[in-house]
């Protein structure tokens, strides 16, 4: 893998993440074509299409032969391959990005030979680019970043509670929301599963949880959290996969069993 990593064109990827961000940047909220997904209140603008084609565009280019697991335009069930995929969430935190509340970001997570080599969630909006290579530390804008070491009492905890599974998950989101407040700090929730992991990251808060989450919400903020000194897994403490859904707890090393304790039972 640092064979690898020591030829991996990290500094390009980030300029093309940041010139994809313009797409976001430059968009209009007020007139901006909407589709309806799956599922409650699940929507792809056209600036999700347009950041996911002009990445994509990028990345084969620089790495001609790459695949790609993305969140859009029927790329989301394809599995993780041979050499380079690129798991992308072109604008995560699309609600936030229809309704001009600016807490949305992209994010690009990249595996060689199915295992994770680098993470990269940039938000343009406060100009944060997060970014990790496996075993070599997770940075901020640069700066080496850690978890926090706080007690859980005083610790805040995010909790994912998104209207697609409402059906399938509104009374486990109820229930976690009891136990969570009962144990920790207080709750807080930025709309961005991406954005929250990264937050815990880089020492901001302490544990993030939602019963069912795609690969591309987790794959890139999953491994920063981790090479940041926190741990990432279901509800079950198994380890995430990148071929579907599953439940998804981020934690710092301080928080995460008592978080683990709470939620094993819920999915
Ligand atoms: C969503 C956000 C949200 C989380 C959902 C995700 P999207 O991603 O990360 O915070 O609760 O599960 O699907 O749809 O905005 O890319
Ligand atoms: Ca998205």
Redesign the pocket.
């Known amino acids: 893998m640092q064979d690898i990593l020591s030829v991996f064109p990290d500094r390009e990827v980030e300029e093309i993440i940041r010139e994809a961000s313009k797409i976001m940047l430059e968009a209009d909220n007020h007139r901006m074509r909407v589709e309806k997904k799956d599922g409650a209140a699940?929507f792809v603008t056209e600036y999700d299409v347009k950041v996911q084609r002009f990445l994509e565009e990028k990345f084969t280019a620089l790495l001609p032969g790459c695949g790609f697991l993305a969140?859009e335009e029927g790329e989301n069930e394809n599995p993780l391959g041979d050499g380079y995929t690129f798991i992308i969430?072109p604008?995560?935190?699309?609600?936030n990005f229809m309704f001009g509340r600016r807490a949305s970001c992209i994010s690009v997570g990249v595996f060689y030979n199915r295992q994770a080599l680098y993470g990269a969630v940039y938000d343009p909006y406060a100009d944060r680019f997060y970014s990790a290579k496996a075993g070599q530390g997770a940075y901020l804008n640069g700066e080496r970043i850690f978890t926090a070491d706080r007690d859980p009492s005083v610790g805040i905890a995010y909790i994912?509670?998104?209207p697609?599974y409402r059906e399938k998950t509104g009374r486990i989101i109820a229930e976690t929301t009891y136990e969570i407040l009962m144990h920790f700090g207080d709750i807080r929730r930025l709309?961005?599963?991406?954005l929250?992991i990264c937050s815990i990251a880089s020492g901001e808060a302490d544990v993030y949880c939602?019963p069912i989450?795609?690969p591309w919400?987790h794959a890139a903020a999953g491994l920063i959290l981790k090479e940041a000194g926190g741990i990432v897994t279901d509800y079950h403490g198994d380890p995430l996969g990148y071929n579907g859904p599953s439940s998804v707890l981020a934690a710092t090393k301080a928080s995460y069993d008592t978080a683990q304790n709470l939620l094993k039972g819920m999915v």
């Open positions: 699940n969140e969430d604008i995560d935190g699309t609600t994912g509670s998104a697609y709309g961005s599963a991406a929250e939602e989450l795609s919400d």
